[in-house]
């Protein structure tokens, strides 16, 4: 697949000509548009008794469509509709996707929607955690934590929100230094900070003395 996304990455680069997807659409729109696939995908997965596979799934594709060059590869209008097929396959095969998935993405990809995959990831994780009462944390941290570590962190969002299920995501980030963040709550607005950026942080602002008007 390696060569394949090369191949993605060369035909984004080349101008492209007026397409469905190239007129700049609302945000508003993109949003709900999301949300339309990421219902539809839901219902199909309840339906089949497969929703944890398939955010399973779609943490894939997020990873793959992190890539903006494949996005632009499937909404390229000049790209033959048989070659976006021949890495639709690539995909599905190296990622081990569930039919219905696979069937989202062609979906996505005839209506040059690929450009919103991330945005549809995200409303699907959404509907997910409402459904199985799940609740999404993202650790962020220099290296990668231990397991245990993760599952004692896992504990505590759990007893800090009442979840009866708590997800991790993780990621890197060595502008931290040392330490860890928790972000979680819809759109990631409750933060846990325990990095040693955010101690210098602190420590800093100690020592900014206000300013003093001096009398001559």
Avoid: C, W
Avoid at 13 to 34: E, G, M, Y
Avoid at 73 to 97: G, Y
Avoid at 98 to 111: A, E, I, M, S
Avoid at 173 to 189: K, M, N, W
């Amino acid at each position: 697949m390696a060569a394949l996304l090369r191949l993605a990455t060369s035909i984004a680069l080349r101008p492209a000509a007026a397409s469905p997807s190239s007129s700049a659409a609302p945000r508003a729109a993109a949003d709900a548009a999301a949300e339309g696939y990421a219902t539809a995908l839901s219902e199909v997965a309840a339906e089949n008794g497969t929703l944890e596979k398939t955010v399973s799934d779609m943490e894939k594709l997020e990873k793959i469509f992190a890539d903006e060059a494949v996005a632009e590869f499937f909404d390229n209008p000049t790209v033959p509709r048989e070659v976006k097929a021949q890495l639709i396959d690539e995909i599905a095969k190296s990622s081990e996707l569930q039919p219905h998935v696979v069937n989202f993405l062609n979906v996505v990809v005839d209506n040059f929607r690929a450009g919103i995959v991330p945005q549809i990831v995200a409303e699907f994780e959404n509907v997910y955690n409402a459904l199985s009462g799940t609740e999404l944390a993202t650790v962020t941290s220099v290296v990668q934590l231990e397991s245990q570590d993760l599952a004692q962190i896992a504990q505590h969002v759990q007893k800090m929100t009442g979840a009866k299920n708590v997800r991790l995501k993780t990621q890197l980030d060595p502008e931290l230094i040392a330490g860890f963040t928790v972000q979680y709550g819809r759109d990631g607005s409750n933060l846990i900070d325990m990095s040693v950026r955010k101690q210098i942080e602190e420590i800093a602002s100690e020592f900014e003395l206000p300013s003093v008007a001096l009398e001559v």
